[in-house]
């Protein structure tokens, strides 16, 4: 199950509206072994694309050395599809290295209606999870 | 000659769960090529085909190695070399 607040909740889904239609991606870090998301870290996405994301080469680096001095790790990883389901696809089950990650995916297909659904994929295998919303803070 | 190499949580599993290791070598692929004779298997997971795997960042002394020559680039005693894995995915 993924615990998460609400504030950070609004902010990836308003990071996903706001890059709608190309794809957006970035991370929440948390203390190593906490699985508490609690530092929201939007991302650029590098591929400026519809339907691709990848954090930009020299960016990642920054925000690994950033994570590892605050003994940080990513406890989530989000990204939006713009025109499919919140739902793994096979590029993002393929290329899915932190088999410690909650990964966050967000639909912006739909106006109205929020499509935030979060998933373990470890070994190329999908695991659809509950998330729980904390309110308050 | 030594240089020292940071290594993500997913290939770990290679260095007996080391976050640094040790190698040497005179070029990246030199470097990778000690590497494997250490912790066989790490060299499949950042090599295809004999060029860096398009999904494995490489970084010496903090830059990409893919300005510096990719697998040709060259070290030196007390490079630091820092491996990371790609986050990116999508709908396509």
Not at chain 1, 90 to 97: G, I, K, Q, Y
């Amino acid at each position: 199950m993924l615990s998460i607040r609400r504030d950070i909740v609004d902010a990836i889904v308003a990071h996903a509206r706001k890059d709608h239609p190309d794809e957006a991606c970035g991370v929440v870090a948390g203390p190593v072994g906490s699985d508490r998301p609690e530092r929201f870290v939007p991302m650029l996405n590098a591929a400026r694309s519809p339907t691709f994301y990848e954090f930009d080469s020299m960016d990642l680096l920054r925000l690994y050395r950033e994570m590892d001095d605050n003994d940080e790790e990513p406890v989530v990883i989000y990204h939006s599809h713009t025109a499919t389901e919140a739902y793994p696809s096979r590029t993002d089950v393929s290329l899915a290295n932190e088999p410690g990650a909650h990964y966050v995916l967000v639909s912006t297909r739909d106006d109205d209606t929020q499509d935030f659904r979060s998933f373990r994929i470890v070994d190329g295998e999908v695991t659809e999870e509950e998330v729980q919303v904390i309110d308050g803070e | 000659m030594a240089v020292e190499v940071r290594i993500p949580t997913i290939l770990r599993q290679y260095t007996g769960g080391a976050k640094t290791v040790e190698g040497a070598g005179d070029t990246l692929a030199a470097l990778i090529d000690d590497l494997e004779s250490k912790h066989p298997g790490l060299r499949d997971r950042l090599v295809e085909n004999g060029s860096l795997r398009r999904f494995v960042n490489v970084y010496v002394n903090d830059e990409d190695v893919r300005f510096l020559g990719g697998e040709k680039a060259a070290l030196t005693d007390g490079d630091n070399v820092t491996v990371l894995p790609a986050v990116a995915g999508g709908a396509r």
